[in-house]
């Protein structure tokens, strides 16, 4: 609320006041309309403060839904029955209900019997835990971590890692850029531009082929000044699910090093795009190996189901061991004013699971059924689009795509569409998360998209 002092003379006090009174210490309030006016009297004159109800705040416009989270939001206010989830990227069981994996709980468990405590951590996260996803990125036996070369610190989930790469970034190369795919995950570039990072595109999706524009892809990444930050889905791209080959990452590697340019993985799919963690971190192994300097950010909250924990780390792998070091201490000072040291519970959770074998083997078990019912859910729906829609169009594109995520080709009205009509909700640029979608559903999907594709301009 604030205030205005007037300061006026008596005859002046407005006679519109609803009640008004000035008792004999001399002062008195009244109230007008949402105002309260209080008075004083002194030496004949009245000084009046008049306290609005006007918000400091009023300057801060409404900000938009976010366009993945919001999805939800505006999920749980429908009321039909018939509404499916298919916004924000978190798998989903058969029965569409939130799934804890079973290794987590075992790992849970192990923590409770051994009674660990909450002391903070230290600012870089819980050592077994940041040497656990060092090996799991680069595999055990890599060079880089035997010659401590790799510097990881735990971050806030994938997202926290990122934002913690992005301010290094903004702090450590002024001025330099960042070249992220279009399209991408929609919180990159708020990432980026956030942490006041400037960034720009490189073609990546191409409409007419619903695959890769490798062509446009090396173009611009050729295109881009010397020691640009070029920002890479290190497995199953979201949204598109289009990776590139095994060969073109060596082509994609190929100009990067020719133009001195900074690979920036985002790891947040390890283990979900073919269901083998050392097959979805062949991209990344494949630039280590060459000896290049490598930003990695990780996320567990797909492959261990551990969204609300917030756990995953930036690693960056560097030349030496001294700058390895120096990074490091960095990155220490630049998460301490931000967060100060991050939670424990997850980073546990995930040191537990790797480090124990047994819990490891039952792991991948687990992240294979996961990743197969996905891909059971991508067949179906290919099947039951393909046998109702008598049109001719070509819709095998939904099978070639990887990871959670169906990238459809619908536009913003045909995607309003699927919500308003169908009770769909779903992102506005097409992206449909399969991991959210059961086999009992496709064949109302497929009518939903159907419709949609074919009735909605
Ligand atoms: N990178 C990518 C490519 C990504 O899709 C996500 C999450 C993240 C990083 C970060 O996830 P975190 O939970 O911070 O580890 N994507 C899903 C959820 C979201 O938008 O936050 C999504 O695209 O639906």
Redesign the pocket.
Known sequence: MASAVLSIATQCVSPNASSLSINETHKGKAKLGGSTLRFSKSSGRISMTVAVNVSRFEGIPMAPP?P??GVSEAFRADTNDVKLNL????YRTEELQPYVLNVVKKAENLMLERGDNKEYLPIEGLAAFNKATAELLLGADNPAIKEQRVATVQG???????RLGAALIERYFPGSKVLISAP?????KNIFNDARVPWSEYRYYDPRTVGLDFEGMIEDIKAAPEGTFVLL?GC????TGIDPTPEQWEKIADVIQQKNHIPFF????QGFASGSLDEDAASVRLFVARGMEVLV??????NLGL?AE???AMNVISSSSESATRVKSQLKRLARPMYSNPPVHGARIVANVVGTPVLFDEWKAEMEMMAGRIKNVRQKLYDSISSKDKSGKDWSFILKQIG??SYTGLNKNQSDNMTNKWHVYM?KDG?I?LAGLSLAKCEYLADAIIDSYHNVS
């Open positions: 976010d993945i989270l916004g924000v990227g978190a806030l989930s994938g997202t926290g890692s990122l991408t995950w929609g919180n990159h889905h199953a791209h979201n949204p985002d790891v947040a799919y950010a990780q996320s567990y909250s797909k969204y917030r756990i995953g959670m995520f992102t992206r998360s």
